[in-house]
């Protein structure tokens, strides 16, 4: 399916003049990073609903506050719009999209597509030829499942170029089972690609299939007296049942193959779970934790933009579409999830009929399998809940411990850290990153403009951004206050030594803040300098209290670098072309590429300029013009 798009940027001032056609819009900050993608069969309307937000929907005003622009793309039909949405979803990850968190990261099985084809744990899908199987909750569970299968149906799993012509020499997983060895031709390539067939076999759940298969195999090696092969198979069918009987739950009342997916959530935490009923066996479970999603966000919400994303992603190509999508409730936006999960159909060329989406409703069986994943996804919310838990107790003890070492009166919950980025001091800036309770808090991130320090001079420079953030602290009219800005810091963070930390205390002392504990952190040597403390402080290279000053120091570090290359880009771009009407940013790209330099331009002819900037010759003339007032 080809779009017929048109992609434009508009700033806040100008939503009132946006187009009232359907498309997809990205809502940016103010440095131009996505935080909202949706679609819309009225763009104007939909995007103006974000700068009135309900009283009682606290993402919502959130998202509201930091929208600076918006860019869109008017599509033909709600159609594209939607599997366009997914797919800019998918690419930008925006903050305030439900969405699928590290989805990417999780591992599959993968057979290649080679003569003698290998099996492994992988977690990069390419266009390769090759089958994937999963994505699996955790790599040791996909690593483990190849083991076992391995010791049944013994595939290669090493990177050997094997050709069907060159020997090699065999290596331990011969010696232990858990290979055949077509390196050195101890097995036919016929054996070989059955085995791997069966394999597959097993990956995909037809486990009935296999087992006829098998069972025809001993009945074939026991009529030619093979008993010992007979005997091998028997034993590889008795084991199979057993993990089959172990591993797969039975509806055989259903021969549709079925998708059961449901959410279980507790505050922000959201579980998902996908269940696959594929002849009638439960052949697979994928959980997902899902982010993004606010306090006022609907379950039917969630779910469709789980769903969305789950079939409509790249990674989806390994999912084999189901006959039926089994869910708890009905979803407000069904239609369109109907025609995605078709439109995903078609692409295959699959010859299957039309997806369709249950309810519970729909059969006892469905009942059933709905309680069997919602149980599921419970059991993933709380193991998601106790690693957010743990996280927070080993920040606590950490944070307990960086009391302690520096004397503070308190557990530091609120640490500030400021950093100074420049090159020669040319386009000098500060950075302040926060971290509340041991975690970024990146909404309260500040950048500085170093505005009235000329040259190198890296202590005037702290100085500068340090009264400028200190003196919020002591503003008075709440109409300045912003949202986390004027809330005091229980610890600053200084990166570099001494000198900038004297600097930093003389400035605060200075502006009449006192009390508030600061310190240095100095990179090569990981030091912390206290003030009116003449050593510094070395903690050892495991302390968790060390790990939290360092990980906030590399976020100011990172934070500033960024703004400030942002800022030298900017700059670089900049030129007398600036100013010459009928040259865009194309154009002076073209001109700059081609000739170089301002100053080559200018001792240049019409024509050149025509030809190297696919203008006319007239508006050549009046480049050149331009350049040599």
């Not at 729909?362 to 009942?367: A, F, G, K």
């Not at 030091?527 to 590399?554: T, V």
Request: glycine share 6%; hydrophobic share 35%; proline share 4%.
């Amino acid at each position: 399916m080809s779009f017929k798009q048109q992609t434009v940027s508009t700033p806040q001032s100008n939503f009132d003049n946006l187009p009232t056609r359907a498309g997809v819009y990205t809502l940016k900050d103010s440095e131009s990073r996505p935080i909202y993608i949706g679609k819309a069969t009225s763009l104007k309307a939909r995007i103006l609903a974000h700068l009135r937000p309900r009283f009682d929907d606290p993402v919502g005003t959130s998202l509201k506050d930091q929208i600076a622009c918006v860019d869109y793309i008017i599509t033909q039909t709600p159609i594209e719009a939607l599997i366009l949405e997914n797919v800019l979803i998918k690419r930008f990850k925006p903050r305030y999209n439900i969405r699928l968190k590290d989805d990417k990261s999780y591992p599959y099985i993968k057979i290649t597509n080679e003569l003698y084809p290998r099996v492994f744990v992988t977690r990069q899908i390419a266009e390769d030829g090759s089958k994937y199987f999963g994505p699996y909750g955790n790599v040791r569970a996909a690593k483990r499942s190849v083991k076992y299968l391995r010791t049944l149906f013994p595939i290669r799993s090493c990177t050997l170029p094997l050709d069907g012509v060159k020997k090699f020499k065999a290596c331990i997983d011969y010696n232990i089972g858990l290979c055949k060895a077509p390196c050195i031709f101890a097995v036919s390539k016929n054996e070989y690609d059955l085995d791997v067939s069966k394999f597959q076999l097993f990956l995909e759940g037809k486990l009935v299939e296999l087992s006829k298969q098998m069972y025809s195999d001993m009945w074939k090696a026991s009529r030619t007296q093979d008993y010992e092969r007979a005997s091998k198979i028997r034993d590889e069918i008795r084991s199979l049942e057993t993990t089959a009987l172990k591993q797969r739950i039975v509806f055989r009342s259903q021969k549709r193959d079925k998708d059961v997916l449901t959410i279980a959530r507790e505050g922000e935490v959201i579980a998902a779970i996908a269940f696959h009923v594929r002849d009638g066996n439960v052949v697979g479970r994928d959980k997902f934790v899902l982010e993004g999603a606010g306090a006022t966000s609907k379950n039917s919400e969630i779910l469709s933009a789980f769903i969305k994303q789950y079939y409509g992603s790249p990674e989806a190509l390994t999912v084999e579409m189901p006959d039926e999508l089994v869910i708890p409730y009905k979803l407000e936006d069904e239609t369109d999830v109907e025609l995605l999960l078709n439109i995903q159909l078609k692409n295959r060329e699959k010859e299957k009929q039309k997806i369709r989406i249950s309810s519970s409703s729909h059969s006892s069986e469905n009942t059933a399998l709905l309680k069997l994943a919602q149980e599921n996804a419970i059991l993933v919310l709380k193991e998601e809940e106790s690693k957010d838990e743990f996280r927070k107790r080993e920040r606590l003890r950490a944070l307990k411990e960086l009391k302690e070492i520096l004397n503070l009166g308190r557990i530091p919950r609120r640490i500030e850290c400021f950093d100074i980025s420049n090159i020669h001091g040319d386009e000098a800036v500060g950075a302040m990153t926060v971290f509340i309770n041991g975690f970024p808090e990146r909404n309260s991130y500040r950048k500085f403009k170093i505005r009235t320090v000329r040259g190198i001079d890296d202590y005037s420079m702290m100085q500068e951004m340090i009264g400028r953030r200190f003196k919020r602290l002591l503003e008075a009219d709440s109409k300045k206050k912003e949202h986390g800005y004027d809330e005091p810091p229980n610890l600053v963070v200084i990166d570099g030594g001494k000198g900038q930390l004297n600097a930093a205390i003389a400035q605060m002392h200075q502006d009449g803040v006192f009390g508030v504990p600061t310190i240095s952190l100095a990179k090569r040597e990981e030091e912390i300098f206290l003030p009116r403390r003449a050593f510094p402080i070395k903690l050892g290279k495991d302390s968790e209290a060390l790990h939290i000053l360092q990980h906030i120091r590399d976020e100011a570090h990172r934070f500033g670098i960024t703004y400030h290359r942002g800022l030298r880009g900017k700059k670089m771009t900049e030129s007398a072309l600036d100013s010459v009407e009928g040259v865009g940013e194309k154009r002076k790209r073209n001109l700059l590429t081609h000739f170089g330099s301002i100053e080559a331009i200018k001792n240049s002819n019409p024509d050149e300029i025509a030809q190297a900037g696919n203008v006319s010759r007239k508006v050549a003339q009046v480049i050149l013009a331009s350049l040599n007032q």
